[in-house]
């Protein structure tokens, strides 16, 4: 059975959703079956891997039932790398979740029927703590979380942990931090390398190695509809992802041997 990852913080801007696609398909290029699923209404990774948020079968149609999820799931142009995409009518399941029966736990419901067919399944989150990212917190068995380098990095994520505490002991109690992810990093900057060490010294070994940089074709690839693999596989950020899967494989086959 795969391991399902949601990549969360509340704070936009921190680099949630280039994570989602870039890490993806890096898993992906290691030839480990990974499916990606946008429950941003904003569908940013929609695009991001080349799909149209006005498409029909997409996550939004899965999670009000109108579709299996299974008739959702889409290839893409990297082999091994699937994508089931979002729609900016997501945005209403907030308020349609709030009348349903066991509305915390829908989405764990839906991939309990695809699990075992991915050895990764990523979540890319919106940037709020609301009912979708709670449904991915709830059916993930960790969380990954980006923090950009920059002054007011800290600021909400005493919440989240907050948030994923209270996930724990009510709803989801074998939920993991899969890491904190240092992202937009620019050595040239002091501040930058000082809110690094900070983060380091305050969340030590929970902190990736692996720290992904600014970086221009990082920045583009999106809007070519193509992970940053894709555009250019030599860049800083291409490289930066592909050690941050090679760093998140390692550690679970760790815990495996264990």
Known sequence: ????????????GVGKTTTAINLSASIAIAEMSTLLIDIDPQANATSGLGFSPNEKGNIYDVMIQRIRIDKAVRKTAIPYLYMVPSTHDLIGAEVELVGMEAREFVLRDILKRIKDRFSYIILDCPPSLGLLTINALTCSDSVLIPLQCEYYALEGLSQLFKTIGIIRSTLNSTLEIEGILLTMFDSRNNLCR?????????FRKKVFNTIIPRNVRLSESPSYGKPVILYDATCRGAVSYLELAKEIISNERKRGDQ
């Open 1 to 12: 059975m795969g391991k399902t990852i949601c990549i969360a913080n509340q704070k936009g």
């Open 194 to 202: 000082q809110v690094a060490e900070e983060v380091r010294r305050h």
